[in-house]
């Protein structure tokens, strides 16, 4: 009697051997592709500290993936921070992940007063350095993050070396869906983020003072930046995460230390 070609048995056979076959492929490229992903991944956040300092424009067409390499190796030196102390300390900067060192319990904490909900954050944290054409500093850039409405929101803010005058706050990554176009969606409108420059971060006596608000008088102020319109999680989300990282269980001591001469 002649077989069944259409048994359930060959059938099976089939579709399991597709299915490893495709598997192979599948992983077979997933390793092919890790080092090219990585590398994306680091352009990427180079060409936003890059914007940040206000270097390039990430919009314009005209930049190039070797002109980002060029002026981030020319002008940008990251460096590691203890948060605890304030102080330098030794490591690979440019290849630190700070999401991946805080998931170790043994190089990390949980926040005290998580008002960002970052859940746990590293002991270090990168700072990145952006020098002249002299060779000396003339920003400073804190990576901050915190949940806004639907996601958690990453950012570069770049400060002057005085610790207290903004130069530009630079929304770069979201997890998840991000926040909602239009509303949260807009802290990356170049509208309001050229609200930020120029705003101090600290009063005369030295306290943070800087407030996302829909008070016209606060925001028209040195201290105050206009609320998004329609969006008042995603800000609540932004004066969050300023408020945990400029506070003591964030770049606190770092800060008070450049202050004091620190980056001498």
């Given at each position: 009697?002649?077989?069944?070609?259409?048994?359930?048995?060959?059938?099976?056979?089939?579709?399991?051997g597709l299915c490893f076959v495709c598997s192979i492929f599948v992983s077979t490229a997933a390793v092919m592709l890790?080092?090219?992903?990585?590398?994306?991944?680091?352009?990427?956040?180079?060409?936003?500290?890059?914007?940040?300092?206000?270097?390039?424009?990430?919009?314009?067409?005209?930049v190039s993936k070797q002109d980002v390499q060029l002026k981030y190796k020319k002008f940008v030196v990251a460096k590691?921070?203890?948060?605890?102390?304030?102080?330098?300390?030794?490591?690979?900067?440019?290849?630190?992940?700070?999401?991946?060192?805080?998931?170790?319990?043994?190089?990390?904490?949980?926040?005290?007063?998580?008002?960002?909900?970052?859940?746990?954050?590293?002991?270090?944290?990168?700072?990145?350095?952006?020098?002249?054409?002299?060779?000396?500093?003339?920003?400073?850039?804190?990576?901050?993050?915190?949940?806004?409405?639907?996601?958690?929101?990453?950012?570069?803010?770049?400060?002057?070396?005085?610790?207290?005058?903004?130069?530009?706050?630079?929304?770069?990554?979201?997890?998840?869906?991000?926040?909602?176009?239009?509303?949260?969606?807009?802290?990356?409108?170049?509208?309001?983020?050229?609200?930020?420059?120029?705003?101090?971060?600290?009063?005369?006596?030295?306290?943070?003072?800087?407030?996302?608000?829909?008070?016209?008088?606060?925001?028209?102020?040195?201290?105050?930046?206009?609320?998004?319109?329609?969006?008042?999680?995603?800000?609540?989300?932004?004066?969050?995460?300023?408020?945990?990282?400029?506070?003591?269980?964030?770049?606190?001591?770092?800060?008070?230390?450049?202050?004091?001469?620190?980056?001498?």
């Amino acid at each position: 009697m002649a077989s069944n070609k259409d048994s359930f048995g060959r059938t099976l056979f089939v579709v399991v051997g597709l299915c490893f076959v495709c598997s192979i492929f599948v992983s077979t490229a997933a390793v092919m592709l890790r080092p090219i992903q990585i590398e994306n991944k680091l352009l990427d956040k180079q060409k936003y500290i890059l914007e940040a300092a206000g270097i390039i424009d990430t919009k314009s067409a005209s930049v190039s993936k070797q002109d980002v390499q060029l002026k981030y190796k020319k002008f940008v030196v990251a460096k590691l921070v203890d948060l605890k102390s304030g102080d330098w300390v030794e490591g690979d900067a440019d290849s630190f992940d700070a999401d991946k060192a805080s998931r170790d319990p043994a190089n990390a904490f949980i926040p005290k007063h998580d008002i960002a909900s970052v859940n746990r954050v590293a002991n270090t944290a990168v700072v990145y350095v952006v020098n002249d054409e002299q060779g000396q500093p003339k920003t400073l850039i804190l990576p901050i993050k915190g949940y806004g409405l639907w996601s958690t929101m990453y950012a570069f803010l770049a400060i002057d070396p005085d610790m207290n005058t903004i130069q530009s706050l630079v929304y770069y990554s979201f997890t998840g869906s991000g926040e909602t176009p239009g509303l949260g969606g807009e802290v990356q409108n170049p509208i309001w983020m050229a609200k930020w420059h120029g705003k101090k971060l600290y009063d005369e006596q030295g306290n943070l003072a800087i407030k996302v608000t829909k008070n016209p008088v606060i925001a028209a102020s040195v201290h105050g930046v206009d609320a998004l319109s329609g969006a008042t999680l995603t800000s609540n989300g932004v004066q969050h995460s300023l408020d945990f990282w400029l506070g003591e269980e964030g770049f606190a001591h770092f800060i008070e230390k450049v202050r004091k001469g620190g980056l001498s």
